[in-house]
């Protein structure tokens, strides 16, 4: 008898039967608040009607076309609606499966468009597990241990995370691109590099917000050397931090954003996008896959801009942002057993550390479990696994977060007791 990989553990308890909106009903027919929503991925919550009757019709009219033998209709159509809510100038669109190809797939096109063979990452930084994805990816030696070697040509700077180095933000944002030019006179010349990679909001590094004046740091940079910069949007895209996209919180312009986890409320959908003169520099053959840009999931993905633009999910994630922040800083205000909390929107993380400021990934993985517990889902992240976050679905409203707040200060009021 076949089973999972023993490698796979799940965060919760839970055997879901089925999902509507904000909830989970297990198979015992007890319902739970998710506020994990599959890792930042059910957008407009479970089973949204729109979506699923979009998907429906699909399936019985094509479930696959291979887009490089056959075009299909929801794929035109999704790249024509995509256009109205991309940045300014990013006019053409690559689709793959997940996170970590849309990442492959914008290095690959980083390096052959510039001809050069590096890539600056940032600490903290989560870009997927596959092995170029993962030898970019910092948030954790958990990622790319045991791996090795890893993909050469990438260089680590440091990431402006103030709570970490016990700084402001303004000394950590100086320290963070002083030390991307020493790295330019110590490890790799900008000439050589061919792109700057990097979350506008740290993901699996704990919920960090980047800030306007490091990332027109990285502008500035990346104009005057010839470098791409290129923002994973992919946790932090369609409308997840109270933002459509999460790099308009700083007023800065990419040359490239990856797309993925919320762009198909669950279907299986990533993407990259670039101007088309930028794209047009991928070599021939550089560009495919067997279920990229897949029909049904297409169908999915356009629903799912019709919801968030009827139901107005990004303004919601924005006020139902600033309540949940709000909160949660409140619990934290009461037990010094959470030194931080931060985000952006929708995507808020509670740090946990001990009486002399070192993370506690005990007492932040015993919160979440008992969460669960009582009905609240929830993930931990962070390098150390000590930050606690909460990502409902865009669609929740201010009755369920101050729900999902009375059960988080009841946790935390118990695992620190």
């Known amino acids: 008898m076949s089973q999972l990989s023993p490698l796979l553990k799940q965060a919760t308890p839970v055997v879901v039967d089925h999902g509507e909106g904000v909830y989970l009903y297990d198979v015992d027919g007890n319902r739970h608040l998710d506020f994990t929503a599959g890792i930042g991925v059910t957008s407009t919550g479970h089973c949204h009607p729109r979506v699923v009757a979009a998907a429906q019709e699909q399936v019985g009219k094509l479930i696959h076309g291979q887009y490089t033998t056959v075009m299909h209709q929801p794929l035109q159509r999704l790249t024509e609606r995509l256009g109205d809510v991309l940045p300014p100038g990013l006019d053409s669109l690559f689709y793959v499966?997940?996170?970590?190809?849309?990442?492959?797939?914008?290095?690959?096109?980083?390096?052959?468009?510039?001809?050069?063979?590096?890539?600056?990452?940032?600490?903290?930084?989560?870009?997927?597990?596959?092995?170029?994805?993962?030898?970019?990816?910092?948030?954790?030696?958990?990622?790319?241990?045991?791996?090795?070697?890893?993909?050469?040509?990438?260089?680590?700077?440091?990431?402006?995370?103030?709570?970490?180095?016990?700084?402001?933000?303004?000394?950590?944002?100086?320290?963070?691109?002083?030390?991307?030019?020493?790295?330019?006179?110590?490890?790799?010349?900008?000439?050589d590099i061919a792109a700057f990679f990097i979350e506008p909001v740290l993901g699996e590094g704990g919920y960090v917000p980047a800030n306007a004046e490091f990332l027109a740091g990285l502008r500035q940079r990346a104009d005057e050397h010839g470098i791409l910069l290129v923002l994973d949007e992919v946790q932090t895209g369609f409308g997840r931090t109270g933002k459509f996209w999460g790099h308009e919180h700083f007023d800065v312009q990419p040359d490239?954003?990856?797309?993925?986890?919320?762009?198909?409320?669950?279907?299986?959908?990533?993407?990259?996008?670039?101007?088309?003169?930028?794209?047009?520099?991928?070599?021939?053959?550089?560009?495919?896959?067997?279920?990229?840009?897949?029909?049904?999931?297409?169908?999915?993905?356009?629903?799912?801009?019709?919801?968030?633009?009827?139901?107005?999910?990004?303004?919601?994630?924005?006020?139902?942002?600033?309540?949940?922040?709000?909160?949660?800083?409140?619990?934290?205000?009461?037990?010094?057993?959470?030194?931080?909390?931060?985000?952006?929107?929708?995507?808020?993380?509670?740090?946990?550390?001990?009486?002399?400021?070192?993370?506690?990934?005990?007492?932040?993985?015993?919160?979440?479990?008992?969460?669960?517990?009582k009905g609240l889902l929830l993930l931990t992240c962070g390098a150390h696994m000590n930050v606690v976050r909460m990502i409902p679905p865009l669609v929740v409203n201010a009755e369920q977060i101050d729900a999902a707040l009375d059960i988080w200060a009841d946790v935390v009021a118990e695992v620190t007791s």
């Open 256 to 373: 490239v954003v990856i797309t993925a986890k919320g762009l198909a409320s669950g279907f299986p959908l990533s993407a990259i996008a670039a101007p088309t003169e930028l794209m047009a520099k991928a070599w021939p053959g550089s560009q495919g896959g067997t279920y990229g840009g897949n029909a049904v999931a297409c169908a999915a993905a356009l629903a799912t801009l019709d919801v968030i633009q009827d139901e107005g999910l990004v303004g919601n994630a924005a006020e139902q942002g600033r309540r949940l922040i709000d909160g949660a800083r409140s619990v934290a205000a009461k037990h010094p057993e959470i030194g931080d909390v931060r985000g952006l929107g929708l995507m808020v993380g509670s740090e946990f550390v001990t009486a002399d400021g070192k993370a506690d990934p005990e007492t932040a993985k015993a919160a979440q479990q008992t969460a669960a517990k």
């Open 97 to 191: 499966n997940s996170g970590s190809e849309a990442v492959e797939a914008a290095l690959r096109l980083s390096r052959q468009a510039t001809e050069r063979p590096n890539v600056v990452v940032f600490e903290g930084g989560f870009h997927g597990r596959t092995v170029a994805a993962a030898s970019m990816t910092t948030s954790g030696t958990r990622f790319s241990s045991g791996i090795s070697p890893l993909m050469p040509g990438v260089y680590v700077a440091p990431f402006p995370f103030a709570y970490r180095y016990g700084w402001d933000e303004q000394t950590a944002t100086k320290f963070a691109l002083q030390e991307l030019d020493y790295l330019f006179a110590t490890q790799s010349a900008p000439g």
